[in-house]
C-alpha cells in the first residue's frame, strides 16, 4: 500500500510542476497581450494630443515672432526716417563743401551755381525726396519742386498750424550747426487731412545757408508696410503652409488663394467666409488665439478642409496675422505613424509571445527532466541547487558593484555617488550640519593623452584615485563623475572653514610630481564648490551649482576653488541672458561699429582707424565688448559676429577714403577662434576682394595668448595673410607672455603697447622703461609701435620723443561713429597738427 502512495505521489511530482508550469505561462501571456493593448491605445492617444499640441505651438511662435518683427520695423519708422534723411543732407553737405573747397577762387555766385547744379537733380526716398537751400536769413537759393520761388525771401513761410518753417530752421541749423524740424502739410493727393513732414537741415557756414530736406512719416510708414507685406506674402512653409494679413475691417491684405486677394471678407457671398473673417479680426481685436474653422481651400487639393489657426493683432496698424494648419495634414502623418507604432507593436508582441512559448516549452521539459531525476537524486539536487544559489549570489554582489562603481579607478560612479549625497543630505539635515560639495576638474588633462597616450592618462587617473581615497574619511565620499572630473562630498561639516580646509587636501595633492608608467607628469586642478543648505537641498541641486562654480573657476583662473554664490548665479544667467540675445544682434541692427582714429606721431595726420564693435539691446541695455565678446567665442557666433565687422568697418573706411585726399588704413581685431578657423584666410580675402579693399590698407590684431595657445597651428595662417597682403599687429604687447622669439619667427609689422603701461609711465620709472623698450624693440625689428590710451598733452610729448610712430587714445579723440569721423576729420587733423 505504501510503495503505491509513493508512486502515485512520483507520478504527481512528475506531471504536476509542468502543469504548473503551463498554467502560469498561458496567465502570463494573456496579462503581457492585455497590457500591450492598453499600452498601444495610451501611446496612440498621447501621441495624437503631443502631434496637434506641437503643431499648435510651432505655429504660434512662427506668428509672435512675425508680430515681433512688424512691431520693430513699425517703431523704427521715424528713427529710419531720421537717419536716412540725415545721411542724405550728410551727403549734400559733403558735396557742397568739397565744391566750395576746389573752387576757392572762384566768386560766391559761381560756386552757388556749381552747388545747386550739383545738387538740384538729386532724388531719393523713390523719387519723393529732394534737397532744398535757403539762407539763414530766408531767402530762397534752390528749390528743384518750385523753382520760382528761388531768389525769393520766405522768412514768412508758415505751415497749416502756424510754424515758421524757414525762419525756425534757419536759426537752428546756424545755432547748432544741424537740426531735425516738424510740420504739417496736407498732401496733394490728400487735402483734407494733415500729415506730419520730418525735415532735417545742416548749416553750410561758408555762405551762411542751410541745406535741408524732408519726408513725410507716413509716406515711409506705408513703405515699411509694403515691404512687410510683400515678406508676409511669401512666406510658405510646408506644402500648404502661408499667411494671411487683413485689416480690422475686414479687407485682405495678403492672401495665398487669388480669390481672395484684394477682397474683403465681409462683402464675401459664402456666410461661412463672413463668419471666418468676422472670428479672424475678433480674435486679432483680443490680441491673440486660436481659431478653428473649415477653409474653403487647401493648396495641395484646392478642397476645402478643417483648419487651426493662430491670430494675433497688431492695433497701431489694425492688422490681423493668421497662420495656420489643416487636420488632415496632421492625420495623414499621424496615421503613418500609428501605423508603425502598430506594426513595431505587433512585432514586439509576437518576439515576445515566441520567446515565451520557447522559455514555457523549456521549462516543461526541463521539469520532467527535473522530475524524473528528483525522485533518485533529490540529496545531490538540493546541494547543487545551494551551491547555485551561493555562485548566484556572488554573481549578482559582484555585477551590484560593477553596476556602482567606476571600471578603471574603481570608485563610485555617479549612481552611487548620488545615493551617497542624498544619505549624507539627510544626516547633516538631521544634525544641523553643513554639507559640501566639490567638483574638481583636471586641468589640460587632453595634453597628457596627447603627450604620453591614452594608456598613461588612464594610469594616471587610477593613481590619482587612490590618492583621492587618502583625503576622505569615514562618511566622507569621492566619485569619478566621467572623463577627468571627480567630485567629492563631506557630510556633517560644522562651517565652511572645514570645507575650506577640504579644498586645500584635495590641492596638496597636486603639488608634486606623479611618476606614472616611468613618466614624470605635473598636473593641477580647478575646484567648484556648493554647500548644503545655502546652495540646493537636494542632489541635482548641489552638484549643477558645484559645476557652475568649476566654470567659473576655470574661466577665473585655471588651478583655483571656486564657492558657489549668489554673483555666480546672476553672472551665469547673464551670461545666458546675453548668449539668447546675441544670436539675432546683428539681425535687428544692433551691432555698431565706432572708430577711434590713429595719429601719426611726426606729422600729426589722421593715418588710420581702429574699428571697435558696439552693442546696445532692447533688454540688456549697452553691453560691454569684453563681456559680448567672450560669450560669442564660448557660444560658436564669434564667426558671424567678425564677419558683420569685416564688412561694416570694410565698406565705411572705403567710403571715406573716396571723400579724403590721403586714405586712410583700417585695424581690426580678431578674436583667436576667428583666427584658427579652417577657412579664415579664404574669408577675409574674399571679403576684402569683394569691396575693392586693398589688403595692405588692413592691418589684423591679434593678442599674445593666441600665440601660446598653439604657435605651430598659427605661424602657418599668419604667413597665409602676410602673402595676402594683410598687415599683422601684436595687441597689448608686454602685457602676457611676450617673447622676441615670437618678433622674429612670425610676419609681424606693428606692435602696440598696451594702456597699462600709458597710464602709468610718467609716474613710474617701471612702466617708461618697459614703452622705451617696446619702442626700441620695434625700431630694432622695424616694426611700427603704436601706443594705445593717451589721455594728456604731457603723454602725447613724451611719446614724441620717445619716437613712437602711432598713438591712440582719448585725448585725441573718443571712438566716433562714423558720420561723426566723417563730420570731424578736417577739423580733428587740424587739431593734432596744432598740437604736434
Excluded at 560644522?494 to 598636473?523: L, M, P, W
Excluded at 573706411?653 to 584658427?676: A, V
Aim: with cysteine.
Amino acid at each position: 500500500m505504501k510503495i503505491a502512495r509513493d508512486i502515485q505521489l512520483l507520478r504527481l511530482i512528475k506531471i504536476i510542476p509542468p502543469l504548473l508550469v503551463t498554467a502560469f505561462a498561458i496567465m502570463a501571456i494573456l496579462i503581457v497581450i492585455n497590457n500591450n493593448q492598453i499600452k498601444l491605445e495610451s501611446d496612440l492617444q498621447a501621441l495624437r494630443q503631443d502631434f496637434t499640441e506641437s503643431r499648435k505651438g510651432m505655429i504660434k511662435a512662427q506668428v509672435e515672432q512675425l508680430v515681433q518683427q512688424i512691431n520693430y520695423e513699425k517703431s523704427r519708422t521715424e528713427s529710419v526716417l531720421k537717419e536716412d534723411i540725415k545721411q542724405q543732407i550728410y551727403m549734400a553737405h559733403t558735396i557742397a563743401t568739397n565744391i566750395y573747397r576746389a573752387n576757392a577762387d572762384k566768386s560766391e555766385a559761381e560756386v552757388t551755381q556749381l552747388i545747386t547744379s550739383a545738387l538740384r537733380d538729386i532724388r531719393f526716398n523713390n523719387g519723393r525726396g529732394y534737397f532744398f537751400i535757403y539762407k539763414t536769413t530766408g531767402e530762397s537759393v534752390m528749390h528743384p519742386i518750385v523753382p520760382s520761388m528761388e531768389g525769393t525771401q520766405q522768412i514768412e513761410l508758415q505751415d497749416i498750424r502756424g510754424s515758421y518753417i524757414v525762419r525756425d530752421m534757419g536759426v537752428l541749423a546756424k545755432e547748432q550747426g544741424e537740426t531735425f524740424y516738424n510740420w504739417w502739410f496736407v498732401k496733394p493727393e490728400n487735402t483734407q487731412q494733415e500729415f506730419q513732414k520730418i525735415g532735417f537741415g545742416k548749416h553750410f557756414a561758408p555762405y551762411d545757408w542751410f541745406i535741408g530736406t524732408g519726408e513725410y512719416v507716413v509716406d515711409v510708414e506705408n513703405d515699411i508696410k509694403r515691404t512687410l507685406m510683400d515678406e508676409i506674402a511669401s512666406i510658405r512653409y510646408g506644402e500648404n503652409g502661408y499667411a494671411i494679413l487683413l485689416d480690422y475691417d475686414g479687407q485682405v491684405l495678403v492672401h495665398y488663394d487669388q480669390e481672395f486677394a484684394g477682397t474683403n471678407f465681409y462683402q464675401h457671398p459664402n456666410n461661412s467666409v463672413v463668419n471666418i473673417g468676422k472670428k479672424i479680426v475678433r480674435t486679432a481685436q483680443q490680441n491673440a488665439g486660436f481659431i478653428e474653422y473649415i477653409s474653403s481651400f487647401m493648396p495641395s487639393t484646392g478642397e476645402a478642409e478643417a483648419k487651426t489657426s493662430y491670430v494675433q493683432g497688431i492695433p497701431e496698424w489694425r492688422w490681423a496675422l493668421v497662420m495656420g494648419f489643416y487636420q488632415s495634414e496632421i492625420d495623414a502623418q499621424l496615421s503613418v505613424r500609428e501605423q508603425e507604432i502598430s506594426v513595431q507593436n505587433e512585432r514586439q508582441l509576437y518576439e515576445l509571445l515566441g520567446l515565451s512559448v520557447v522559455v514555457t516549452l523549456f521549462f516543461i521539459v526541463l521539469s520532467f527532466i527535473l522530475t524524473k531525476q528528483l525522485s533518485t537524486r533529490f540529496t545531490l539536487y538540493e546541494a547543487r541547487i545551494n551551491k547555485d544559489f551561493s555562485e548566484l549570489n556572488r554573481v549578482k554582489l559582484e555585477s551590484q558593484y560593477q553596476a556602482l562603481h567606476d571600471a578603471l579607478t574603481e570608485l563610485p560612479n555617479r549612481v552611487l555617488l548620488e545615493e551617497h549625497i542624498a544619505q549624507a543630505i539627510a544626516l547633516s539635515k538631521a544634525n544641523n550640519k553643513l554639507l559640501a560639495v566639490i567638483f574638481v576638474d583636471l586641468d589640460d588633462f587632453k595634453k597628457i593623452n596627447d603627450t604620453h597616450g591614452h594608456s598613461v592618462g588612464d594610469e594616471f587617473l587610477k593613481h590619482l584615485g587612490q590618492l583621492f581615497k587618502r583625503v576622505i574619511t569615514s562618511g566622507d565620499s569621492v566619485a569619478r563623475f566621467g572623463g577627468d572630473e571627480f567630485i567629492f562630498c563631506f557630510p556633517e561639516l560644522d562651517d565652511i572653514s572645514q570645507a575650506e580646509d577640504n579644498v586645500r587636501d584635495i590641492a596638496s595633492i597636486f603639488k608634486q610630481r606623479f611618476e606614472v608608467a616611468g613618466k614624470s607628469i605635473y598636473s593641477n586642478c580647478s575646484m567648484g564648490v556648493a554647500m548644503f543648505p545655502n546652495d540646493g537641498d537636494n542632489v541635482e541641486q548641489l552638484i549643477s551649482k558645484a559645476d557652475t562654480a568649476l566654470y567659473k573657476s576655470k574661466a577665473v583662473k585655471k588651478g583655483s576653488a571656486l564657492f558657489f554664490n549668489s554673483q555666480i548665479d546672476e553672472q551665469v544667467k547673464r551670461d545666458f541672458a546675453i548668449e539668447t540675445e546675441l544670436r539675432t544682434a546683428i539681425a535687428r541692427s544692433e551691432i555698431s561699429l565706432v572708430y577711434q582714429p590713429q595719429i601719426d606721431v611726426q606729422t600729426g595726420q589722421i593715418v588710420g582707424v581702429e574699428a571697435l564693435c558696439r552693442w546696445h539691446n532692447a533688454t540688456l541695455g549697452h553691453v560691454p565688448p569684453d563681456e559680448f565678446i567672450s560669450v560669442a567665442e564660448n557660444s560658436g557666433t564669434i564667426g558671424d559676429l567678425g564677419a558683420f565687422v569685416f564688412y561694416q568697418a570694410m565698406r565705411d573706411i572705403r567710403l571715406l577714403n573716396c571723400t579724403i585726399g590721403s586714405p586712410i588704413s583700417l585695424s581690426i581685431n580678431i578674436s583667436p577662434k576667428q583666427l584658427l578657423e579652417p577657412n579664415f584666410v579664404n574669408e577675409v580675402t574674399a571679403a576684402a576682394d569683394e569691396l575693392l579693399f586693398d589688403p595692405q590698407m588692413i592691418t589684423l590684431e591679434i593678442t599674445e595668448n593666441v600665440l601660446i595657445s598653439d604657435l605651430s597651428v598659427v605661424q602657418p595662417v599668419l604667413t597665409a595673410l602676410r602673402d595676402h597682403g594683410f598687415k599683422l599687429s601684436l595687441d597689448d604687447f608686454g602685457t602676457g607672455y611676450s617673447s622676441l622669439s615670437y618678433l622674429s619667427n612670425l610676419p609681424m609689422n606693428e606692435i602696440k603697447i598696451d594702456r597699462s603701461f600709458i597710464d602709468k609711465f610718467l609716474t613710474n620709472s617701471h612702466s617708461e622703461s618697459m614703452v622705451k623698450t617696446i619702442i626700441a624693440i620695434g625700431e630694432f625689428c622695424e616694426l611700427k609701435v603704436v601706443a594705445e590710451g593717451v589721455e594728456n598733452q604731457e603723454q602725447y610729448d613724451r611719446l614724441a620723443a620717445f619716437h613712437c610712430d602711432l598713438i591712440q587714445g582719448y585725448y585725441l579723440s573718443k571712438p566716433l561713429p562714423y558720420d561723426e569721423l566723417v563730420a570731424k576729420y578736417y577739423s580733428l587733423s587740424l587739431d593734432i597738427q596744432s598740437i604736434g
